[in-house]
């Protein structure tokens, strides 16, 4: 489904991703680990199409996405939800979803019983300005706003980040239930949350991909993962 | 002292309503868009022009010279704005100021430089607590509330609006949502441009119009919009009627420091945080960053 092959970006004269290649099958959760600094965001955020690799090139569905636009890339049905849990606090609730289904064309009743299908506490807060929102309640609106128009593929960068440990069980529920609908690529730090969820594991040093695990028993296992943050 | 603060009013609704396509433009383009001071005063000459054209129907002739300016607006946009996006902020300074002086020379190449007086349309004095005001200036300090009611409006329930002011926080939020930043700050730049033709047209009564009109009025938008909040429509209504009143106040007391003043408040409120600080210091309290 999505392919990046081999890519290089740089920061200027900085180079932070060398030769770097991972893949997602239709249907599956891969997550990446690895320590700040790695290179992580800036994998999620060159596929999303807001950076531009110097070198390799990024395919989904078999067309080549590197360098094309981050609006293009999200019209394709590639779907990127930073890290810095940023809603458009001056717009409401519904008003976030607003913009996603205007985007996608998906009527916003349709959008809006899509968040409260995965997080009904959203009922009382869809009028509310999104900037009230707490942190766990961003995320999840973040997510659910990425869903709108129905993409195929999500980049979601550390969703439970800061969050207490109850919100993380909702970011982990609605990530499961998400599964079966979406495939996504994960960017994630809690090995527990990555252990419950993940079909594969890229982990990333330096700006390069370290290692892939595949296997099961190996993903399962939080401590053994530990070693790598 | 009535006068003052009518005086002041009708300056600070020129301002905001000329500001506001700074203000927007700043805030969602990082750009210190000159050119602005180009769309407005070239708007007023070609109202002026047009004026005798459609005989003296003031409200007509301000709709064409909006009209005219849109689509030179757009060019403006489409081939120096937009290729400043994410460029540093002294590419488009110089970019903008050349639009700004090209814009100056055209108007002295086609209009000379003499000063084009244009007399008050409505021309009924009114008398509030004695004070003898033209009816003029309260229309156009009404067209300022009716213009923020209008706009807040727009921001608020039109979907474009929406992108904008979603854009205005986060840019890189909207664009990954598949929508395309750059053709809605199109439309709130063409808007912006509008507005700054419609306070250049409500302002020409109450001045003379010049060739370099538009770089005194930008200068003072520029304060109103720093004080105010780059990319802060409802900052930058207030903050153009504070700076109004400064405007006028100032100009009662000591006409030579009128725009001075405007500097100086300008200049207290980005320093207010290591003003407020210091004097926690005075006071042994911890500075706030």
């Not at chain 2, 003052?4 to 433009?25: D, H, M, P, Q, R």
């Not at chain 2, 598949?178 to 302002?203: C, E, H, P, Q, R």
């Amino acid at each position: 489904m999505l392919e990046v092959n081999s890519i290089d970006v740089s920061y200027g004269h900085a180079k932070v991703l060398h030769d770097v290649s991972i893949r997602l099958n239709q249907g599956e959760m891969v997550f990446i680990v690895g320590r700040n600094g790695a290179g992580k965001t800036t994998l999620l955020r060159t596929i999303a199409g807001f950076m531009t690799p110097t070198g390799g090139d990024i395919t989904f569905e078999g067309q080549p996405i590197a360098g094309m636009a981050a609006e293009k890339v999200a019209r394709r049905g590639v779907r990127f939800v930073a890290q810095d849990k940023k809603v458009f606090s001056d717009l409401t609730v519904k008003g976030n979803l607003e913009l996603a289904a205007h985007a996608s064309g998906e009527p916003l009743e349709r959008a809006t019983e899509r968040l409260l299908k995965i997080y009904p506490q959203f009922e009382k807060f869809l009028d509310n300005k999104a900037g009230g929102l707490s942190g766990g309640q961003r995320e999840i609106l973040l997510i659910g706003r990425a869903l709108v128009g129905e993409p195929q593929c999500l980049l979601i960068d550390e969703p439970t980040e800061g969050l207490a440990a109850i919100v993380i069980e909702d970011i982990f529920r609605i990530l499961n239930e998400m599964k079966e609908k979406v495939s996504g690529i994960i960017v994630e730090q809690n090995l527990s949350v990555v252990a419950r969820l993940a079909d594969r594991i890229y982990i990333m040093k330096e700006g390069k991909i370290e290692r892939e695990v595949v296997n099961p028993a190996e993903i399962s296992d939080a401590a053994e993962l530990e070693c790598y943050l | 002292m009535i006068d003052t603060l009518l005086y002041g009013v009708t300056i600070g609704a020129i301002l905001y309503i000329f500001s506001i396509g700074l203000s927007i433009t700043f805030g969602t383009m990082q750009i210190v868009n000159f050119a602005h001071g180009m769309v407005y005063s070239l708007g007023v000459y070609l109202f002026i022009t047009f004026l005798p054209w459609v005989a003296g129907i003031f409200p007509l002739a301000m709709a064409l010279a909006v009209a005219a300016m849109l689509p030179i607006a757009y060019l403006v946009e489409r081939f120096i704005i937009r290729r400043l996006y994410g460029e540093s902020l002294d590419y488009a300074i110089i970019a903008t100021y050349a639009v700004l002086l090209i814009g100056a020379d055209v108007i002295k190449y086609i209009w000379g430089t003499e000063p084009q007086p244009v007399s008050d349309p409505i021309g009924i004095p009114l008398v509030i607590f004695g004070v003898v005001i033209q009816l003029y200036r309260v229309v156009v300090f009404l067209s300022a509330i009716v213009l923020f009611i209008g706009l807040k409006i727009f921001f608020t329930r039109n979907v474009i609006g929406k992108v904008v002011i979603a854009a205005l926080e986060d840019r890189d939020g909207v664009r990954a949502l598949g929508l395309d930043v750059n053709k809605y700050f199109s439309i709130a730049f063409i808007i912006g441009s509008g507005l700054a033709v419609l306070g250049g047209v409500l302002y020409s009564p109450i001045t003379t119009s010049e060739p370099y009109m538009g770089f005194h009025i930008l200068l003072l938008a520029f304060a109103v919009v720093i004080v105010g909040g780059m990319g802060n429509l409802t900052g930058t209504f207030f903050s153009a009627f504070a700076l109004g009143m400064v405007i006028a106040i100032t100009g009662r007391l000591y006409s030579s420091a009128a725009d001075t003043m405007v500097f100086v408040v300008m200049a207290l409120v980005l320093l207010k945080d290591p003003i407020f600080n210091f004097f926690r210091k005075l006071v042994g309290k911890p500075a706030i960053s």
